[in-house]
């Protein structure tokens, strides 16, 4: 049967090729052992799903696996049926530790080797059966989840700031979030693709980047909006349309958020970031006297560091982000209360946000990304080439350094970076640049691509 790894954040394949009825109880079996080898197991698992197709039935064959193997509800672990942004055709397949934050690498390679070749080696309890014998209980987390947003930021005051709100859920977890949350006060909300539908029609996919966001973008400016709050579909990513319905990229408003808990808010911690996002963060780090740390790509890397370090923020350039107080994982819903709470407390729009920043940093910062689908098979065959590539040069400025911790990333001294990396969620290439001059950005980009073959 399928060979199931976990890539940067869970394993993801197309429904009903790889990604099976019977191949999700494999991979439930496997994390059950985990569990047990971890001594976990008695503190039971929640089981989380998104809206994508047949989500809810994958939950609970799921579920019917924990069971069949004697667990009951509480947490010692997590999964999260979810293929995150990936295409329509996907699902996928998460997991996460007692804290909540995803499992560092070693313990996923522990959860790969315990997955079963066959699925006559799981051990499953029909749904029924194991609810009646109180060993699986359907929970609602909303009225926990609303208390705990409310000791974070305060909702009244969001409530009674006036604005005019549209929100972008790309059909997916958080709609109606905004509403609940938010509603009864002189704020005004309107929210579009709100429905359930796993197609996800006007987008490509559910992802909280351009050409995605351009129906909301385009409405931001129809309505007269003071801001666009964006979610991906399982609600753990974010993203953000200024007043004049201009996207602003995952890595400014990472660093716009950084920006807030320093300035605003007047907290201090560690901020732990990818490599593959924003030298904003840097920046702040010296002006606020606040250690930055960096990982590799993906939360199974920022979230035992966010731990070990009591992070204040962390995150990554897909635009998911992790707050002191909250799990250390990724929380699209809570990103764009605190962007309102910004928003609210300084009496400034996103743009003039974005100024702020920008005025504080001294220099202004550019980013783009190109994606190009890339054949599995022919990975070794690039690898091969990228790895034999030192360029001295890419467009015209110096290479510093290299770093070949995760992908190939090269280090322009003042200018920026540049990334080269597979993605560890598709078959597909990633080629990243963030630069300080805006006029370098097509050509770098093109530099990485020539350096990839492609």
């Not at 569990?35 to 039935?57: M, N, P, T, W």
């Not at 959860?111 to 749904?127: C, M, N, W």
């Not at 996103?350 to 994606?371: A, N």
Request: hydrophobic share 40%; with cysteine; net charge negative.
């Amino acid at each position: 049967m399928t060979k199931i790894k976990f890539g940067t954040d869970g394993w993801r394949a197309q429904i009903a090729e790889d990604y099976t009825f019977d191949n999700v109880r494999r991979a439930a079996q496997g994390f059950a052992l985990y569990l047990k080898q971890h001594g976990l197991a008695e503190k039971g698992c929640v089981i989380g799903y998104d809206q994508r197709f047949q989500s809810e039935f994958f939950a609970q064959a799921a579920a019917e696996v924990l069971a069949g193997n004697g667990m009951e509800r509480r947490a010692g672990g997590a999964i999260n049926i979810t293929a995150s942004h990936n295409p329509p055709t996907d699902n996928g397949f998460k997991v996460r530790d007692p804290e909540g934050g995803a499992i560092a690498p070693a313990g996923l390679k522990e959860i790969e080797a315990a997955i079963p070749d066959s699925v006559a080696d799981v051990r499953q309890l029909d749904l029924k059966t194991a609810q009646a014998r109180g060993l699986v209980t359907l929970w609602d987390p909303d009225p926990a989840y609303i208390a705990h947003i409310s000791k974070l930021v305060d909702l009244e005051r969001l409530r009674n700031a006036g604005l005019n709100i549209l929100v972008e859920p790309m059909w997916g977890n958080a709609a109606g979030w905004f509403q609940r949350l938010l509603c009864g006060g002189s704020t005004r909300i309107t929210e579009i693709h709100a429905a359930r539908n796993p197609s996800f029609p006007e987008m490509q996919r559910p992802e909280p980047i351009q050409p995605n966001v351009d129906v909301a973008l385009a409405k931001t400016v129809e309505l007269g909006a003071d801001v666009c709050l964006i979610t991906d579909g399982d609600a753990d990513r974010m993203g953000i349309g200024d007043e004049h319905g201009v996207f602003i990229d995952q890595l400014r408003v990472f660093a716009l958020l950084t920006c807030y808990l320093l300035e605003v808010r007047g907290e201090r911690g560690p901020i732990v970031k990818t490599l593959s996002t924003t030298q904003m963060l840097n920046r702040l780090g010296k002006l606020y006297g606040v250690p930055v740390y960096e990982t590799g790509v993906g939360f199974k890397y920022i979230a035992p560091k966010f731990l070990e370090v009591d992070g204040l923020i962390g995150g990554e350039e897909s635009g998911g982000y992790a707050f002191r107080g909250n799990v250390p994982e990724r929380d699209g819903i809570l990103g764009n209360l605190y962007f309102l709470d910004f928003m609210v407390r300084t009496g400034k729009t996103p743009s003039q946000l974005l100024e702020l920043l920008f005025e504080k940093l001294g220099q202004r910062f550019y980013y783009d990304r190109i994606d190009t689908r890339f054949p599995s098979e022919k990975r070794p065959e690039a690898l091969a080439r990228i790895q034999a590539a030192k360029p001295a040069t890419i467009a015209g400025v110096p290479v510093t350094k290299i770093v070949t911790e995760d992908g190939f990333k090269y280090e322009l001294g003042e200018v920026g970076w540049l990334l080269v990396r597979f993605s560890g969620t598709e078959p597909v290439i990633r080629v990243y640049c963030e630069l300080t001059d805006e006029s370098l950005i097509q050509p770098v980009l093109k530099g990485g691509l020539e350096i990839a073959g492609l």
